[in-house]
């Protein structure tokens, strides 16, 4: 199991100018060392982050998008996978953060925890190329080469949360505002 803030900081620390979606834990965790409204995004709704990031590679084809998503929030909008294959932009990747549970609303465990295999169901879908890991290590070494492939990327990180405090939930008027930055940025 890989501790989610150090995956997501090996991330940070490459992402150079890539637009990045996050929702539920992984945005409280990203918060954590990233808060630049012109290059990250915050969904509050849970399941619609790869929705955005589909949106947003699609507007802006130049740029990567890199969706950090969870393992519920994926179960809640699995179609995603196939609209996401389907127009397949080359420029997005979709990490989850599998860590088999709803850990943003308590920890309930997600519907088949430890047997669903998202990359294959990813694969299955349409992406050009899916990625698990569990160790750091190889996930550090791996990441920088897997963000210059063409996508749709998915890349499954077996993880675990170290807890975080809450922080407060942005308006939807904000996140209007630091998208429409965004694309004016393009």
């Known amino acids: 199991m890989i501790p989610s803030l150090q995956a997501l900081k090996a991330i940070h620390d490459i992402r150079r ?19 630049n409204p012109s290059q990250d995004i915050a969904v ?18 130049k740029r990567k998008v890199i969706v950090l998503d969870g393992d519920g929030s994926l179960l809640m909008n699995l179609g995603t996978l196939a609209s996401i294959a389907g127009k397949a932009p080359a420029n997005l990747v979709h990490v989850v953060l599998d860590n088999g549970g709803y850990t943003n609303t308590g920890g309930e465990p997600t519907p088949g925890m430890g047997l669903t295999e998202y990359t294959k169901v990813a694969k299955g879908a349409g992406y050009a190329s899916t990625y ?17 492939e063409k996508g749709p990327v998915f890349i499954c990180l077996k993880v675990y949360h170290d807890p975080l405090p809450r922080t407060p939930a942005r308006s939807a008027a904000e996140t209007y505002r630091d998208m429409q930055a965004m694309l004016a940025k393009g």
Do not use: C, H, Y
């Open 132 to 148: 698990e890991f569990d160790n750091l290590e190889e996930f550090q070494t791996d990441i920088e080469g897997i963000l210059r």
């Open 44 to 61: 509050q709704a849970m399941g619609k982050a790869s929705s955005v990031a589909l949106g947003l590679a699609l507007a802006q084809p």
């Open 17 to 35: 100018n890539a637009l990045v979606v996050a929702t539920m834990t992984g945005r409280r965790e990203w918060d954590t060392f990233s808060a």
